[in-house]
């Protein structure tokens, strides 16, 4: 774990706390500072399945949402969709949409860059992530399906 | 559809009833939750005289959706069952705080299925925009939520501003969590 916050022995971000409104108030070289790890994700089913032409196949949209933590107290909590998106012969997971959190980035004089602009640096952080494994393997453990097949095809670094 | 809301004194007759049976076919029957049933219909300790109400009735006359709403100057579900949600706040106690619970708007007419049923169909959007109304009209300014994780994103399809309050925690199989919503961000 990066040690740039002020870390307790008992592994507790000592600037980290839960605000009255119930963000956890952070930088963004605090954020980066903490290790997330996944927590439970979930597919979800496929209602409305796109069109095919194609005869003898049809190519279903697979979704579903992931859950990331970390171990600090208070919890940073975040949460996106994914989509597994398919081309040129290739599998892979993309983030669909923003990121959920309990988090509220300050600069570095407390003051809150706003749900926008958090929303926007949590995304590029998660795309830096290496998120994509641990979904794969959690999926296809728990619906034991055709995903055992997917290749995640980026090879990214973790936070 | 319409609207019909209000503390159990103040409903049309047999709405408390309709109500609480529609829970129990929601959250019991379909869900799976474990929770108290008597009688067909799903009641605990939090439905009280000062409890509100609000419920879409389709054009047929079908309860199509509930939300309960809970002042937190009383004992309200995360209060008493899950603080844990709270990621170490102390649960709120404040006149301008309320929690939603035991939302959902599901369709028994419509063909079942996806994990995000419970909130899938057309009353979703006025059944949530009509609670949290309802609760701004009786002093509300942010709502808190004990919910499957599934309503985060409810909520952000509907525009409302809302942000989580901690980490999911698992019950019965299911993945929940707290939700702050602000009343008037956005509806």
């Not at chain 1, 032409?53 to 933590?69: D, F, P, Q």
């Not at chain 1, 949460?79 to 949409?97: L, S």
């Not at chain 2, 369709?107 to 701004?136: E, G, K």
Request: glycine share 8%.
């Amino acid at each position: 774990m990066n040690s740039r916050g002020h870390w307790s022995s008992r592994g507790e971000l000592a600037s980290l706390a839960v605000s009255p409104d119930g963000y956890v108030r952070l930088t963004v070289a605090a954020f980066r500072a903490i290790r997330l790890a996944h927590l439970l994700s979930e597919l979800d089913a496929d209602a409305n399945p796109p069109p095919s032409r194609a005869s003898g196949a049809c190519l279903a949209s697979i979704k579903g949402y992931t859950e990331w933590t970390s171990q600090t107290r208070p919890a940073l909590s975040l949460g996106w969709d994914w989509r597994i998106a398919t081309g040129a012969g290739q599998v892979r997971y993309q983030r669909d949409g923003e990121v959920r959190s309990n988090v509220m980035l300050v600069d570095a004089r407390r003051r809150d860059l706003g749900a926008l602009a958090t929303a926007v640096l949590l995304c590029a952080a998660i795309d830096i992530l290496d998120w994509e494994t641990a979904v794969d393997h959690f999926i296809s453990n728990r619906y034991a399906c055709n995903l055992s097949n997917l290749t995640v095809t980026e090879n990214r670094s973790s936070l | 559809m319409r609207i019909i809301s209000g503390a159990v004194a103040g409903l049309p007759e047999g709405y408390y009833g309709r109500v609480t049976h529609y829970r129990q076919r929601v959250f019991v029957e379909q869900l799976g939750w474990r929770l108290q049933v008597h009688d067909g219909c799903e009641t605990d300790q939090f439905d009280r005289a000062d409890t509100v109400y609000v419920m879409v009735e389709d054009d047929a006359g079908n309860i199509a959706g509930c939300a309960r709403l809970l002042q937190t100057t009383q004992p309200y579900l995360l209060s008493e069952i899950f603080p844990q949600l709270l990621n170490g706040l102390a649960p709120p106690r404040d006149a301008s705080v309320w929690e939603l619970s035991r939302f959902a708007a599901m369709d028994f007419n419509a063909r079942a299925a996806t994990p995000l049923a419970q909130f899938s169909h057309s009353a979703t959007a006025l059944l949530m925009r009509s609670a949290v109304a309802c609760a701004a009209e009786r002093g509300a300014q942010r709502l808190i939520t004990v919910s499957p994780v599934g309503i985060e994103r409810l909520i952000r399809r509907l525009g409302l501003q809302a942000h989580r309050a901690g980490p999911p925690i698992i019950v019965d199989g299911q993945a929940i969590f707290a939700c702050w919503i602000e009343v008037g961000g956005g509806i």
